[in-house]
Structure formats: C-alpha cells, structure tokens
C-alpha cells in the first residue's frame, strides 16, 4: 500500500469517526413544562395539549394592559371551573371537564351556542338570563373539546371547555 493509499484511508477513518462521534453525541430537546395541571386529548387525528399555572417569568402593566413572558391564569379555577371576562360581558363555566350537563352563568342576558373543534355549529339558540344558572344537556356529545360562543347585541366571547 502506498502512502498515497493510507493517507486517503487514515482521512476516511478520521472523517467518519468525526461524523458518527457528531450523530451519537447529538443532544435532543424534549419539552418541558413546569405546571400544576394540564392534560393531552387526542381525537381524530388531531390533538391538543394545555397546561394550567404555569409561571410567570415577568410582568409589565400600565393602567389598561399585562403584558406577561409566560402563562398567566389570574381568573380561572381550573378544578372546576372557567371564567372569561370580555369586555364588560362576564361568564362562568363549570364543571370543566362536564359529563352530562355543563352550567353556565353571565351577568346579562345572552344567547349561546355550542361548536366542535372545526367550528361545526353543533347546538344554538341557548337563553341564558340574567344573573341565573343555565345548565346545557351536553349528555349526547361526544367526548371531545367543544367551544360555547355566548352573545349579546353588543358583545360575545368563547369559552373553550372539555367533555368527557
């Protein structure tokens, strides 16, 4: 063998010990989340992940906005419970997750509806008055996560909740 030979072999054998030392020392990022409580529900092929108290890194706040690095949940009781407060339309919904019927309450009366993931309108024309507790059959549902869009002729909001 010339030298020709082994300095092309010696090249390759360094090249590929350089390359597969690279592949088997190569790190892997996996995710991860400090927080209280969350949950993975996969249906259809789709799938969503959420968790709830996660912490918050930093705040900033003037006399209108928060603006936090992080998840903030200063409004909810994520045992039993969801409340969205948009502007000047408050709404409560609980159990989260529900089985057989979901509650609602708001502070003024509303109409709502109930949608699946791909926005599938799937009950509508709920009344909910005034300061009274609505409760929604929900018993014929499929397990999944489904959306309440509640309006009154001035203001709606969504709330995202879970059946199981």
Known sequence: MTSKQNHIRLTFFTSLFLVLGCVVNAQTLERTVIASAG???VAGGLSLEFTLGETVIGQFSNSSNILSQGFNQGDANATNSVRSTAP?????????????LLKVSVDE?????VCDLSGKTILADI???KNQEGAIDISS???GIYFLKISTPSKSTTVMWVKD
Not at 88 to 100: F, H, Q
Not at 109 to 113: K, M, R, T, W
């Open 127 to 129: 009344s909910l008055l």
């Open 39 to 41: 949950k993975m529900l």
């Open 141 to 143: 549902l499929s397990n």
């Open 109 to 113: 009366s509303a109409v709502a509806s």
């Open 88 to 100: 000047e339309l408050y709404v409560k919904v609980w159990p989260n997750p529900a089985s057989s």
